[in-house]
């Protein structure tokens, strides 16, 4: 584990401490720092532990975004590789890879 960090979400000091680097710890920190400032913008009147718990859906919600748009990408890879591969004449195309669970050897 490495040392403790010292970061600021909403308005608040904490000391983290992480296994990543401090750099990254700083980071997560100030990106969920500003999700909670969207939140306590859009709504002010909402309460503190509310404002928190939306902006963690918030973020949830952003890393969800973003494995749906990496799966999106991987398939998109996968059909062009086999589109690639058949277009290479069979003599030249060297042993098939298998790409993953349920995929044909």
Known sequence: ?????KVTIGGQELLVSSEHPPEYTRRVAAHYDQALHSI????PTVDAHRAA???GLAVTDELFQAQ????NAA????AVTEELA???????RGPRRRAG????P
């Open 86 to 92: 058949r277009m290479i004449p069979p003599a030249k």
């Open 101 to 104: 669970p349920g995929s044909d």
């Open 53 to 55: 718990i939306l902006a």
């Open 75 to 78: 398939a998109r890879i996968a």
């Open 40 to 43: 306590r913008s859009a709504l």
């Open 68 to 71: 749906v748009q990496d799966q």
């Open 1 to 5: 584990m490495s040392d403790a960090v």
